[in-house]
């Protein structure tokens, strides 16, 4: 392993979807023996086995949780959804405290049915993070807004592009509301360069007025863009190498903003929950060495 490598590779963290075939107890133990620091966990599988117990599995494991996904899915009209929407948001932020990650990934949500209204929905969502932030940093929890691929703005999310998080988080202290940065979402704008450069110099005020994180990126991520994309789109993202990101390119800019935490692997994709869990960790740190470092 090389100099540059080796401090790196020690920010891998394995998201689980990755090896969704896993358990939470298969996962630790195999990102533990694999020598990994961190795993990124999702709420439904820690609920299942239950919060307090994934907490001291994981801390047991010698591991710390990168983020949890996912809260969010701010945009509806109704007032009693958008009420529900909230309360579920802040058993979130309560779930993150708990396993001791400071960052809640938010996916917004996408269009209410028979809305065409984008920037309506996209102020719904700045509304709930003006009501979630402060609850979230009384528990040293960091909202982390992330924008996905335009494919999924209708149903799913109806922040887009980097810029788009960006104008919403800056309305908010730094050190309270972050963004996430996705290769598999983001590889394909022409401006997200400048944006990850925006992201670093915006990323200083707190809400105290003292100097804070460096950056407003709050969560990295990693896939790739394979086509062609399969029905539903969902489960499509790629293995490290195996499509059209520039891998490379996003963490040496994602670094030069000045992020320094996890850089995690999510993919969703059913080839690789059809293979052994330890097969595809290990490729994950081989295609990590060769396409990110």
Do not use: K
Request: charged share 20%.
């Amino acid at each position: 392993m090389t100099d540059t490598a080796a401090p790196l590779l020690s920010r891998l963290s394995l998201n689980q979807e990755t090896v969704r075939q896993w358990s939470l107890p298969e996962l630790a133990d195999g990102c533990a023996r694999a020598g990994l620091r961190g795993v990124g966990l999702w709420r439904a599988p820690v609920r299942a086995y239950g919060v307090a117990a994934a907490a001291r599995l994981v801390r047991d494991a010698g591991l710390a949780v990168s983020s949890l996904c996912r809260g969010g899915f701010f945009t509806a009209e109704d007032p009693g959804e958008r009420r529900a929407a909230l309360a579920d948001n802040r058993a979130a932020i309560d779930e993150a405290a708990a396993l001791g990650t400071t960052t809640l990934v938010l996916v917004s949500g996408g269009l209410p049915p028979g809305s065409r209204d984008l920037p309506g929905a996209r102020e719904r969502v700045a509304d709930a993070l003006a009501e979630l932030a402060p609850y979230a940093a009384e528990r040293g929890v960091r909202l982390a807004l992330e924008p996905l691929h335009p494919m999924y703005a209708a149903d799913r999310c109806v922040v887009s592009t980097l810029a788009q998080a960006l104008d919403l988080a800056e309305r908010f202290p730094a050190d309270r509301v972050g963004v996430v940065v996705d290769t598999y979402h983001l590889w394909w704008d022409d401006t997200v360069g400048a944006q990850l450069a925006r992201s670093g110099a915006a990323g200083t005020a707190t809400a105290t007025g003292a100097a804070g994180p460096p950056s407003r990126i709050a969560a990295f991520q990693l896939a790739d863009w394979v086509t062609p994309l399969p029905e539903g789109v969902l489960l499509g993202r790629g293995q490290l190498g195996d499509g059209a990101v520039d891998l490379r390119w996003f963490r040496e800019r994602v670094d030069a903003a000045g992020y320094r935490g996890p850089v995690e692997v999510e993919i969703f994709n059913p080839s690789l929950w059809s293979r052994d869990g330890a097969e595809v960790l290990a490729e994950v740190i081989a295609r990590f060495v060769r396409h990110v470092v």
